[in-house]
């Protein structure tokens, strides 16, 4: 089945602790991002990447880290997380930058 | 400066009739623009594209319309069902393709 699969799915963290929320899909897409939501403000791009080892920003970019090492992950690391990146957390992929996206069921994080 | 604005005032309509919901933009000239279902909890769901050069596409019950004269893209659902009920979003990519932007969706909610 294809799918784009995070993990984990909910986290409570705290300020400053170093965490990293994965992300894989198996349909050997190229093209690959992340997004945050949130209440009132929707979905917006953090990073996104056209292919191995090519990584850019997006919107929100700040306080995060991404690297794609391989095609078929992008993980997404918050080297010294706050309370203001409490959101929802959303990785898609496409097989190329203009074609629709598939989206992961999500991973809700909460900083304390 | 960019802005993507779909009514955020849930739309209620009973099933059976036609759902109608708006995307307008600003300061954008999409080659594309998306359309998602998101449901609670949920990654959004591609439904449609249409090109910058398509001025309607349908798909079984869905019907988009995109005009980029007048910077709006009009998204039909007919024969409403209570299972349409959800989040539906439009998205733009920017100048360059290598971004999708959100609009912040609407909620449509289909009575029975």
Redesign the interface.
């Known amino acids: 089945e294809a799918q784009?699969t995070q993990n984990p799915r909910y986290l409570i963290t705290v300020t400053g602790k170093k965490l990293t929320v994965t992300c894989s899909q198996n349909m050997n897409h190229e093209y690959m991002?992340w997004?945050r939501q949130d209440p009132?403000?929707?979905?917006?791009?953090i990073y996104?990447s056209?292919n191995v080892e090519v990584t850019?920003k997006?919107?929100v970019p700040e306080g995060y880290k991404v690297s794609r090492k391989e095609k078929r992950n992008f993980p997404l690391i918050l080297e010294s997380p706050s309370p203001n990146q409490t959101s929802l957390y959303?990785c898609?992929s496409s097989p190329a930058?203009?074609q629709?996206?598939?989206?992961?069921?999500?991973t809700r994080l909460s900083i304390l | 400066s960019q802005k993507i604005e779909q009514n955020s005032e849930a739309l209620n309509i009973q099933e059976g009739k036609t759902a109608t919901l708006t995307c307008n933009y600003t300061n954008y000239s999409p080659?594309?623009l998306?359309w998602y279902r998101q449901d609670p909890?949920?990654?959004?769901?591609?439904l449609l594209?249409i090109r910058e050069n398509e001025k309607e596409k349908r798909k079984e019950r869905l019907k988009v319309t995109f005009d980029t004269t007048l910077k709006q893209s009009l998204f039909h659902i007919t024969a409403s069902q209570p299972a349409d009920s959800a989040t539906y979003?439009c998205a733009l990519?920017n100048n360059a393709?290598?971004?999708?932007?959100?609009?912040?969706?609407t909620r449509l909610m289909v009575k029975p």
Not at chain 1, 40 to 45: D, H, K, N
Not at chain 1, 100 to 106: E, L, N
Request: overall charge negative; charged content about 15%; proline content about 4%.
């Open positions: 784009v991002s997004y009132g403000l929707g979905l917006r791009q996104y056209m850019d997006g919107d959303f898609a930058r203009a629709p996206q598939h989206f992961g069921d999500g | 080659a594309y998306q909890g949920r990654g959004p769901v591609f594209l979003l990519d393709g290598n971004m999708l932007t959100f609009g912040g969706g």
